[in-house]
């Protein structure tokens, strides 16, 4: 079955930099685009960035572009996101995506918290 399993998050100071790992399992990942997503407290979910299956970034959003990097290793079928210039409002769950045979599967999410 589809599997996904971040990693990477934790907590950082302001101005900081962390990189997120997603490993999928369970589909050939090299034929499916990723996405990272992220859920504030007391927010909706929001798209990150989305990644083709070549590798071609998409999607990011406005707050999140020059600062964040999403790229993709098909080798180890991993999908990662890194973080530069972190603000307290990044702070979130981050959460892997894929839609794979026209269910959405998410992971488990990993913490992201920015703070002095």
């Known amino acids: 079955q589809v599997q996904l399993v971040e990693s990477g998050g934790g907590l950082v100071q302001p101005g900081g930099s962390l990189r997120l790992s997603c490993a999928a399992s369970?589909?050939?990942?090299?034929?499916?685009?990723m996405s990272w997503y992220r859920q504030a407290p007391g927010k909706e979910r929001e798209l990150v960035a989305t990644i083709t299956t070549a590798g071609v970034p998409l999607n990011y959003a406005d707050s999140m572009k020059g600062r964040f990097t999403i790229s993709r290793d098909n080798t180890k079928n991993t999908v990662n996101l890194r973080m530069n210039s972190l603000k307290p409002e990044d702070t979130a769950v981050y959460y892997c995506n894929a839609v794979v045979g026209g269910t959405r599967y998410w992971g488990q999410g990993t913490q992201v918290t920015v703070s002095s």
């Open positions: 369970g589909f050939t990942f090299s034929r499916y685009a």
